[in-house]
């Protein structure tokens, strides 16, 4: 059993290093324009998702996406940005940042995404958001205040200079330390993009331990 297991786990890494050693700039990923800096300042290689909650490709990338973020190493960390590429967009972003502020956002996410893509709501007006909300253990004057408050336009701010800076038009987008933009059209597929966001995160660890050394 243990034998099988090192054999597994020995394979598994050798799998890694070949898809890190056979990723292409320009092909399976590009780097962007400016690096920006994401996630906390704590030495863990970040990987951030930047998507809009109307995004039937986002929605679809949930569940390879979230099956890849269960298996990740102590070293690297995951986080989601909204994307503020017109008003709807907006508007779900600061659901989203709400949400987050609230405390419900684990809870809020995926049936916030089932809700627009399963059920045909459009969760666009501050009222609508706050009854949905509501049922999360929060009331409806919680939910109002939140989403018109200073800490949500601040995190707007941030997003669409974020945005602007990765100099992003499109979603879903992994951002993999800051610096590279792994896309649907660059890693081949939706199911692919965990995969070449995982050869990117062993290529900076790779450079981290030879700095160090």
């Known amino acids: 059993m243990l034998k099988s297991l090192m054999m597994g786990l020995a394979g598994l890494s050798l799998s890694t290093m070949a898809v890190a050693a056979s990723i292409t700039e320009g092909e399976d990923y590009t780097v962007a324009p400016n690096q920006v800096e994401l996630g906390s300042d704590d030495g863990k290689i970040n990987v951030t998702e930047v998507f809009w909650y109307g995004c039937p490709h986002c929605y679809s990338l949930e569940d390879p996406l979230n099956a890849w973020v269960a298996e990740l190493p102590d070293d690297v960390e995951f986080e989601r940005m909204p994307a ?27 049936d916030f995404f089932d809700a627009i ?97």
């Not at 503020?84 to 659901?95: D, I, N, P, S, Y």
């Not at 800051?178 to 062993?202: C, F, H, K």
């Open 84 to 110: 503020t590429l017109g008003e709807t967009w907006v508007k779900h972003a600061k659901a989203f940042y709400a949400a987050q502020q609230l405390e419900i956002l684990d809870e809020v996410h995926e």
């Open 117 to 213: 893509h399963q059920e045909g709501e459009q969760l666009t007006e501050p009222a609508d958001i706050a009854a949905f909300f509501s049922d999360y253990g929060v009331s409806e004057e919680q939910a109002l205040k939140a989403l018109d408050g200073f800490g949500v336009k601040s995190q707007i701010n941030r997003a669409s200079a974020t945005m602007r800076n990765l100099e992003l038009m499109g979603v879903p987008a992994l951002i993999v330390d800051g610096r590279y933009i792994v896309s649907p059209s660059t890693a081949g597929s939706l199911d692919n993009m965990p995969r070449i966001a995982e050869a990117l995160v062993e290529q900076i660890r790779s450079e981290q331990e030879s700095g160090a050394q």
